[in-house]
């Protein structure tokens, strides 16, 4: 299998999140020879997306996407409304920072505003999905910000997000239209029969859906459900292989390192994690 175009590896910024400020991760990405940042909304917040928006773009970085939108389910009306113009600022911000796509999390269980579940209705959470991205949609579509759907582990169904399989998103986006698409992430997909299937029906659609695609890799045994993500190579996905079933699905875009690693990554010295993702980058997937 062919090596991986150095120049499509992008830096998801929650990779060095309690080491660096955007600023930081801009900066290390030039350093580092990395074209392409996903930034968090957090992050963008606490320097202000102008000010965010002029450093990315004076660095000549790629945004590969922007973390993120949805969270639609909650128990009200209003709960259900604050999410949807949580959103729509969302959007705006996308398109200040010049974001290729909205990542798009659907939200798990539907919550009071405190956060806490108050539903064991999954199927209508999901029904809140996809009424909530729909309207998103409504806003988004008009102004060119792609959503990406991003189908997370089904170890997050309850809390985080009730779309759990790319074959739920490419149902989404078949029921949607355009203006939707799909965000890959290894992490949470690696494991499903019907990966390449799916990936060749979101690239086959017109246009291809395949709007990102995030790496890091899955770790025997994975000691928090959140963040202990491994780094590329460490762990047991074939993410040569996934690659390539995204290659001959036709994505061009880039590999998004996304690494949430409370005990070891977010741990290092960031410099040493960047220069770590590039060589891995090369080496392992
Ligand atoms: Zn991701």
């Known amino acids: 299998m062919s090596e991986p175009d150095a120049a499509l590896l992008s830096l998801n910024t929650a990779t060095v999140r309690t080491q660096w400020s955007l600023p930081q991760v801009v900066a290390g990405c030039l350093r580092h020879g990395i074209r392409g940042i996903a930034p968090w909304r957090d992050q963008v917040a606490a320097v202000g997306v102008k000010d965010a928006a002029a450093r990315i773009r004076d660095a000549g970085l790629v945004v590969s996407g922007y973390c993120r939108g949805g969270l639609f389910p909650a128990i009200d009306r209003d709960g259900r409304r604050a999410a949807l113009d949580d959103n729509k600022r969302a959007v705006d911000e996308a398109l200040a920072i010049g974001a290729r796509c909205l990542v798009i999390l659907a939200g798990g269980l539907p919550k009071d505003r ?157 410099d040493e994690v960047l220069a770590t993702c590039r060589a891995r980058h090369r080496e392992c997937a």
């Open 114 to 270: 405190d956060g806490t579940i108050r539903s064991k209705d999954l199927a209508g959470a999901r029904e809140m999905v996809r009424d909530g991205i729909g309207e998103v949609l409504e806003y988004a579509r008009p102004a060119g910000m792609p959503l990406a759907i991003e189908p997370l582990h089904p170890m997050y169904a309850a809390d985080r997000a009730c779309v759990n399989t790319l074959a739920q998103a490419n149902d989404l986006c078949d029921e949607l239209g355009p203006g939707t698409g799909i965000a890959v992430d290894a992490y949470h997909v690696w494991w499903d029969p019907r990966l390449r299937q799916e990936i060749a029906r979101a690239g086959a659609a017109s246009p291809s859906r395949l709007l990102a695609y995030h790496i890091s890799d899955w770790l025997v045994p994975t000691a928090d459900l959140l963040n202990d993500r491994g780094m590329m190579g460490d762990g047991v996905i074939d993410l040569p292989l996934l690659r390539s079933w995204l290659e001959a699905a036709g994505y061009r875009g880039m590999h998004e390192v996304e690494i949430f690693s409370a005990n070891h990554w977010w741990k290092r010295d960031p």
